[in-house]
């Protein structure tokens, strides 16, 4: 079993002959390493953390108590398949949590660095999960689902398989969406658009230039009762040079699951 010298593992832990543990990381007591898991180095599993199967977990990660990491996919049709998870560094893995490896349909679940996921959220299988992203209580991830740069998923949120949400987007808490959501675009309930996530924007240093630019293009989009297809290449024609605004047009073209129009008019920006 490689593991590094400098490890510190509790003697009541169990640990897989084929793991390979880095150096200063910390196992807690009773938490379970399960076939060929690989640990990054200053990584810390806390006591009863579970790690499963073909897991790449990077460095300076926090995995907490009752987290399952690398589990078997709830999916039907999974017999068993040598499929991996892999996770990125400095992610923050709290109480509860449970990232489930991927399916033969994309062999792996990827779950990026500089994470949140907080107590009890889930990340099924085939999902992607960029960098900065922040999954609240109780948030759950269907399978195949993609949460890129910065998303939000506030506390008790559903995001249905396949579907897809942009950079620095927020769905708000007790909601869930069926549909991808663009870039930058809050929803609330099911499927409602309740406005810009200028709050977001601004703390990830996007210029008000550019913010005032996404509030134009939102309004042409959602407020001025043009068919989608026509609002895109009007805010294509006065906006597209603005770099968030190209980016949420290239995102709304390629959405897959289309995306909501039904906005609540009190509170869109």
Same mark, same amino acid.
């Given at each position: ?7 510190? %593992?509790?003697? =009541?832990? +169990? &640990?897989?002959?084929? @793991?390979?543990?880095?150096? !200063?990381?910390?196992? /807690?007591?009773?938490? *379970? ?5 690989? %640990?990054?180095? =200053?990584? +810390? &599993?806390?006591?009863? @953390?579970?790690?499963?199967? !073909?897991?790449?977990? /990077?460095?300076?990660? *926090? ?24 996770? /990125?560094?400095?992610? *923050? ?177």
């Amino acid at each position: 079993m490689p593991v590094s010298s400098t490890a510190r %593992i509790h003697p =009541s832990a +169990i &640990i897989s002959s084929d @793991a390979e543990i880095g150096e !200063n990381v910390e196992i /807690g007591a009773l938490a *379970i390493i399960d076939g060929p898991v690989k %640990i990054g180095h =200053s990584t +810390i &599993i806390k006591p009863g @953390a579970k790690l499963f199967g !073909n897991l790449s977990l /990077g460095s300076k990660n *926090i995995v907490y108590s009752g987290a399952i990491l690398g589990e078997a996919p709830q999916h039907m049709k999974y017999d068993g398949e040598p499929t991996r998870t892999i996770i /990125g560094n400095n992610n *923050i893995i709290r109480e509860g949590v449970t990232v489930h490896r991927g399916t033969t349909s994309s062999n792996e679940t990827v779950i990026g660095s500089g994470n949140f996921l907080m107590a009890n959220s889930h990340v099924a299988h085939d999902c992607r999960v960029g960098n900065g992203c922040i999954l609240a209580n109780g948030a759950l991830m269907g399978g195949h689902c993609v949460m890129e740069d910065g998303a939000f998923i506030s506390g008790n949120s559903a995001v249905h398989q396949f579907a897809k949400i942009g950079r620095l987007a927020l769905l708000s808490g007790v909601s869930a969406t069926t549909k991808d959501i663009p870039p930058f675009i809050i929803v609330q309930r099911i499927n409602v658009v309740s406005g810009v996530n200028v709050i977001g924007m601004r703390r990830a240093g996007i210029s008000h230039t550019n913010i005032d630019g996404i509030r134009k293009a939102f309004h042409i989009i959602y407020r001025e009762g043009l068919l989608l297809p026509q609002s895109l290449l009007k805010v294509e024609k006065e906006l597209g040079h603005i770099s968030e605004v190209a980016e949420f047009i290239a995102f709304t073209r390629a959405a897959t699951r289309g995306i909501s129009l039904e906005t609540n008019r009190l509170e869109a920006a």
